[in-house]
């Protein structure tokens, strides 16, 4: 019930931007793996790139990862122009917490995008932020392993 997210949808290009927008949300925070990139793909797909370019408009961007590999993280912050968080240490909310006072950002004005209950959903409600739960963006290609666990864990928000 805890882990119900505030809004549910097919994948990233789903999120209705222009109602968080409404809603006061000022700041996204995506996750990085099967939300705005095909997990260990390290490249940004133009069209998550050309995304990420009409946000910028209208929202501070961030990507909060709980990848530790430095290099891997590195490359993913080549390609973009707005703070990459590695180590991030979802679903504890101490480092994005961090980020947030740093900037001045209060959490309600943030908006938690993630493909994953137990870590991007949890740490968004843990900070008190707005949280947006996407299907992974390869979703189609992924084996049935990866599908079946995430039916399984798509339970904790029933
Ligand atoms: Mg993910």
Redesign the pocket.
């Known amino acids: 019930m805890i882990l119900k997210p505030d809004y549910n949808v097919k994948n990233v290009f789903e999120v209705n931007f222009d109602e968080l927008k409404e809603q006061g949300i000022k700041v996204l925070i995506f996750?990085?793996?099967?939300?705005v990139m095909k997990s260990k793909a390290g490249v940004f797909s133009v069209d998550v790139l050309k995304m990420f370019d009409n946000l910028s408009k209208d929202f501070m961007l961030t990507i909060a990862s709980n990848n530790k590999n430095i290099d891997y993280i590195n490359k993913v912050r080549a390609q973009v122009n707005f703070p990459v968080i590695g180590h991030a240490n979802k679903p504890s909310p101490a480092v994005i917490k961090s980020f947030l006072e740093e900037n001045a950002i209060p959490p309600k004005d943030a908006a938690m995008i993630?493909?994953?209950p137990l870590t991007?959903i949890l740490v968004g409600k843990l900070l008190g932020s707005t949280t947006v739960l996407v299907d992974s963006i390869s979703k189609d290609e992924e084996p049935p392993l990866t599908r079946f666990v995430r039916r399984v864990e798509r339970l904790s928000i029933r």
């Open positions: 996750d990085l793996d099967s939300t993630g493909d994953r991007d």
